[in-house]
Each structure stands twice: as structure tokens, then as C-alpha cells.
């Protein structure tokens, strides 16, 4: 393996594990690769007219969904594949998995091929704290957070890193999902409680994430629990048919999304005419349009999970791997001394059947 990923050999596709990501995460520090992958993020958001976009290309049956992700910048690509089987877990197996691939646009080559089912955790919550920075509350201390299976955590932590949230409320329905986030956010800055009901999480809260997997029309928060100047960062509800939020919500809030072709079929505002107003994330972040106008106003961002964020998580673990071994190589593309001899390299292969035949006719 070398340590510099431009003298590699031009054939070889760096690789990054689980095992990987979880190295280069714990080297560099959950709270700055949080901080870091949200300025990647900021950054791709603010060139957002330089992406080719699309709806994801979603694949629904009764269980779940799976999707792909694509975009490109016209010099990079990027894809994801990931899934959405909120029956998973009880099964043993995570709700959403992934993995991703960058790819050189001149030459069609991957450049990278890496796990994305920890790097869309961090992704998301990277996301969904950018997105609060242009939105929540001034001085923002506290969050509820409803749904505490495997994105809450990371949802805590950026929100601490960026926002610099450090009171948390939890509920989920599984008692033992919200013991498991209180075990594990332990003796990391925050101050905890641990709620029985939704409506008791959100009080005093700033700030509401709900993180909750089910696939139905699900009500996890009605329109008496939320106050006036809270902002929400709506995760679970995305995909047609899976909402958290009830409709009334909506209808008081400021409403913003990533992409609205892809948000209008997939997020909250699927129960909301097709002509409902809503603000696109990137137009605030590239100072287009504003943000939290007054201390009385609901925002809201009903976030599904756009292509562009993905991009720029590959991007950014691409960039940190340089110089690093938290990588294998993978001997992915063909490369016959003659580009064109394709079967000429299969036909000298050591060994080759097709060697023996020809010598034995
Ligand atoms: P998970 O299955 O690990 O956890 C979901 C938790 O929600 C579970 O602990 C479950 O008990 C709880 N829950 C279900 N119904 C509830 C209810 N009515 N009230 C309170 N808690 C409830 O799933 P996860 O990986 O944490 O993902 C959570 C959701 O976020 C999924 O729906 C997933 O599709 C979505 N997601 C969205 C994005 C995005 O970019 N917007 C990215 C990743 C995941």
C-alpha cells in the first residue's frame, strides 16, 4: 500500500472498510470529522447550480427500499447505494446500510470505493446540524431527540460540535434504544434525560430531531407539542408512504429541504400540496435567501438525504485518506499491456485453459 494516493498505480482502487472508516474516524476525532465533513458539505452546497441532480432511483417493495444515489460536479462522480428496512433491526441487521464510489469524470475510472453505512450516519448528522446552524434558535442549548437507534448518536454529536448543544432529551418507544444512547454519549459533555413520552422530550427543548424508522404515515409529533421558535430536523420520514411529523405541523412552519423534485415525493411534504412553498437548504447557505427570520418562528428541515451530501462525504474521506493505511487496494480494473487485448490478457493468464486447449489442438 503506498502512502500517497496520487503515485498509486493508475489500475488500483483504494478500498475503505468498515474497519477502515472506523480507524480514520477515531484518528481524526468524531467531532472534527463531523466539523470537517460539514464544511465539505457547506462548501458543495454553495456551488449546488455545478451539480447534475436527480431524485434518487428508489426501488420500494413491501419490507423496504433500495436506492441509488448519483450525482457529479462534471469533474468528479459519486454514487451511493443504500437501503431502508426499518423491519431490519429486529432481525439483527441495520435499518440503512451503504456504500458509496467516487469516480474520475475525464476517465470513467472509480478513484474510490468506500463503506458509507457509518459515513451516511455522519453525513446526515453533519447535514442536519449545517442546516440548524442557518435555522435554530440563537444560543440553541438543548435538543429532544426522538427515535435513538443508530443515527442518534451521531445526531448529538454534531449538534454539540457545530451548535454546541449539550442538553439532551431522548425518547423512542424501545426503552432499551434510549438506555443504549445514554450508555454511550456518557462522559461526553452532555446533560441527559431520559423521557417517557414524546411530549415530555420536547419540553424546554430548542431544538426536535426525530429519528424514528417505521414505514407508514407515523404521527411521532402533533401539532399542540410544538412551540413556538423551535426549529426541527425531521430525519426519519424518507421515502412515499413514511412521515413523523402530523400535517398541522407543517402548515405552521418554514419549510427546507435539500432537493424538492426528490423532497416533495419522500419527505414531510409529501402531505402537502404540490405548490406548498418551501426554501431550498442550499439558497440559504449560499446567502440567496434567509434563514430564521424571528425568535417566534417554526423552521423546519425536513431532511430525506440528497446525492450531493454523499459527494461530498466521498470527497472528504478521499482528501483525509492521503498519507494514511486506512485503506486496502483493490484490484478492481482490467489492464492488459494493450488496452484493446482484453482477451489476450484472460488467454495468457498463468495457467490458462485457453493456453492448454490451443497446445493440446
Ligand atoms: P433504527 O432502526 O436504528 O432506529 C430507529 C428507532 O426509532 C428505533 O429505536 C425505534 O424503536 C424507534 N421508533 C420507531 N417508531 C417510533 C415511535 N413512534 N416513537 C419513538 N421511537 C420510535 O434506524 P436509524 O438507522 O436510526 O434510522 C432512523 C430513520 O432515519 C430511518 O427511518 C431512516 O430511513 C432515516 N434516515 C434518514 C436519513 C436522511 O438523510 N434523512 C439518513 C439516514 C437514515
Known amino acids: 500500500m503506498t502512502a500517497d494516493l496520487a503515485d498509486r498505480h493508475l489500475n488500483l482502487v483504494p478500498f475503505v472498510s468498515v474497519h477502515h472508516m472506523m480507524e480514520l474516524v477515531l484518528e481524526i476525532g468524531v467531532e472534527r470529522f463531523l466539523t470537517e465533513l460539514a464544511a465539505y458539505i457547506e462548501e458543495d452546497f454553495r456551488r449546488w447550480e455545478d451539480f447534475d441532480k436527480t431524485p434518487r432511483v428508489a426501488s420500494h417493495s413491501r419490507e423496504g427500499v433500495i436506492e441509488l444515489m448519483p450525482t457529479s460536479d462534471g469533474r468528479h462522480y459519486g454514487f451511493k447505494y443504500v437501503n431502508g428496512h426499518p423491519k431490519n433491526t429486529r432481525e439483527g441487521r441495520q435499518t440503512v446500510t451503504a456504500f458509496g464510489v467516487y469516480a474520475d469524470v475525464g476517465t470513467g475510472y472509480p478513484l474510490l470505493i468506500s463503506e ?8 446526515t448528522a453533519a447535514t442536519s446540524a449545517l442546516a440548524a446552524k442557518y435555522l435554530a434558535p440563537e444560543g440553541a442549548r438543548c435538543m429532544a431527540i426522538i427515535g435513538n437507534g443508530a443515527q442518534a448518536e451521531f445526531q448529538a454529536m454534531a449538534f454539540k460540535a457545530l451548535l454546541g448543544i449539550d442538553r439532551l432529551r431522548f425518547f423512542d418507544i424501545d426503552r432499551q434504544a434510549t438506555q443504549k444512547c445514554l450508555r454511550n454519549l456518557a462522559g461526553l459533555g452532555f446533560d441527559m434525560t431520559a423521557c417517557s413520552t414524546a411530549q415530555e422530550a420536547v419540553e424546554g427543548a430548542d431544538i426536535i430531531t426525530t429519528v424514528t424508522a417505521d414505514k407508514q404515515y407515523a404521527t411521532i409529533l402533533t401539532d399542540n407539542m410544538v412551540g413556538s421558535g423551535v426549529h426541527i430536523n425531521a ?67 425536513d431532511s430525506v438525504g440528497f446525492a450531493t451530501e454523499d459527494f461530498s462525504a466521498l470527497r472528504y474521506v478521499r482528501d483525509r485518506l492521503a498519507g494514511t493505511s486506512h485503506y486496502v487496494d483493490l484490484d478492481l480494473l482490467a489492464d492488459p499491456d494493450e488496452p484493446r487485448d482484453l482477451f489476450g490478457m484472460l488467454l495468457r493468464f498463468p495457467g490458462s485453459s485457453l493456453l492448454a486447449a490451443r497446445r493440446s489442438a
Not at 116 to 123: E, G, K
Not at 235 to 262: A, M, N, W
Open 235 to 301: 430525519v426519519g420520514g424518507d421515502c412515499p408512504g413514511k412521515t413523523e411529523l402530523h400535517r398541522d405541523i407543517l402548515l405552521r412552519s418554514d419549510i427546507f429541504v435539500e432537493y424538492p423534485p426528490q423532497t416533495r415525493i419522500e419527505g414531510e411534504i409529501q402531505q402537502l400540496d404540490a405548490d406548498h412553498p418551501v426554501e431550498e437548504l442550499w439558497r440559504v447557505i449560499a446567502g440567496k435567501a434567509g434563514g430564521r427570520r424571528d425568535a417566534r418562528q417554526i423552521t423546519l428541515f
Open 116 to 123: 458509507m453505512t457509518i459515513l451516511t450516519a455522519l453525513r
